[in-house]
């Protein structure tokens, strides 16, 4: 999994109260979890740019979880930024930040996208997919990471004289190929093993149910 910023922990079965980071390495975005108070000067503190941010995921509209939103769509507002920003929240977020934006008089020059919660897969983007569950007033999110194939070893490659191209991509794929000459040659053969995809799961609470237990060690 790309880098987890903010706190030490992986929130696997923890009551989601502070916030943390996803930065996505292949991108450079930031996916944040929640906006706490002061998320905005822990993030400046880790180096990272909050103009990279691209998506913040709420996983309660609570204080402990919201009261630095505003503080920091401001700030990307003062910076100039251009690009959307897209908020995953509960149903209610919307109307916070109509007045927010109310009392404080201000208005955002980038366009701000509201995606509220309902079961299923909300994002798929590069190795990652965001999967909400959501039963009456109680949800889970469920942050999966795709396995990665392995190293292509072109040294195995060169002995039986393959020519480069597609075919790598087949062979790296697992794929089980028949040569001319009729020898049979196996993906696996030509590559390191494949890196395990990770599941990071964020239960809304601390007394959470059987199900949300057994889906999350899947």
Known sequence: MDQIIL??????????????????IQSKEIWLFNCQESCQHNLIKKNVKINNISKIILTKLDTDNISGLIGLLSSLNLIGRKDNLKIYSPTGIDHYLDLAKKYSQTNFKYELYIYHFQTGLIIEQYNYKLYIFVKTKEHTIFLISKEKYGQFKLNKANVFYLVKGPLY??????????????????????????????????????????????????
Not at 9 to 23: D, E, M, T, V
Not at 179 to 187: A, E, K, N, R, V
């Open 7 to 24: 706190n030490n922990y992986l929130p696997n079965l923890h009551k989601i109260s502070k916030s943390f980071a996803l930065k996505l």
């Open 169 to 218: 991509g087949q062979l790296k794929k697992d794929k089980c190929l028949l040569l001319p000459d009729g020898t049979i040659i196996q993906g696996n053969y030509f590559k390191s093993n494949n890196i395990s995809g990770e599941q990071l799961a964020l239960i809304k609470h601390r007394y959470h149910n059987r199900t949300q237990n057994e889906v999350s060690k899947r």
